[in-house]
């Protein structure tokens, strides 16, 4: 059973312009974090705190949902193809490989789950995609849901580290994540009771920063789930 939670700087509860959805408006990998832009510095100084990675502000396509439109890995990055060079190059300039996706179902980060062993992703990519996808993040890809959903990187939260999933997961779904990450899969929830884990959590396996109505006890299967109790 996941303790009561104590926070510490390496788990920040945070709201984005008094948003708790933060996994919509940043992603990061072990390195580096985009973000939304014009938030506090304040803000920023716990992002960084916790996740321990160089923060790059930006836009996609001047949107700032830069969770729902970009995934990345230690490798690479798949973006939605909304013709941003400016996104692009400031992918490129953090050493990863760069994917721009043009099918018909494009929010990248609603619909991959990556970390650096393996990627889940939605079940309608064509098969051209998907070969594509693993030359750039470097890792088998394979197709599937989270709780019978598609939109998997909005179901879930991976790092090399633990995956805490949408709570109606089955059985063979999580045997496929396991064996996909190689990592263990718990069920959580975030925000007070939602269960799209991805809309109000990002993390590496340094830490996290989740949103501001995240309850204590959310918090403590978060870092179980994680393993940030080892």
């Not at 920040?12 to 990998?29: D, I, M, S």
């Not at 994917?99 to 990519?125: C, E, Q, R, S, T």
């Not at 999580?174 to 975030?190: A, R, S, W």
Request: charged share 25%; proline share 2%; net charge negative.
């Amino acid at each position: 059973m996941a303790k009561e939670f104590e926070e510490t700087s390496h788990f920040q509860r945070l709201f984005f312009n008094e948003n708790p959805n933060v996994g919509v408006f940043c992603r990061t990998n072990e390195n580096v974090c985009f973000i939304m832009r014009h938030l506090t510095k304040k803000i920023k100084n716990k992002v960084n705190s916790a996740l321990k990675v160089k923060i790059v502000e930006t836009t996609i396509a001047e949107a700032t949902i830069i969770g729902s439109l970009l995934s990345i890995n230690s490798h690479g990055a798949v973006i939605t193809d909304l013709s941003d060079e400016k996104v692009n190059g400031q992918i490129v300039d953090q050493g990863l490989n760069i994917f721009v996706i043009d099918d018909k179902i494009n929010a990248a980060g609603n619909i991959i789950l990556v970390n650096d062993y393996g990627a889940l992703v939605h079940p309608d990519f064509k098969d051209t995609t998907i070969k594509k996808m693993k030359e750039i993040f470097e890792v088998p890809v394979e197709r599937g849901t989270i709780g019978s959903l598609k939109t998997v990187g909005m179901a879930a939260v991976v790092t090399n580290k633990g995956l805490l999933c949408h709570p109606k997961i089955d059985t063979e779904e999580q045997m496929k994540l396991e064996k996909i990450f190689d990592v263990e899969v718990m069920i959580g929830t975030v925000n007070h009771g939602v269960p799209l884990i991805g809309s109000g959590l990002v993390a590496n396996t340094k830490g996290a920063i989740i949103g501001g109505l995240t309850t204590g006890i959310e918090m403590g299967r978060i870092e179980e789930a994680l393993h940030f109790l080892d």
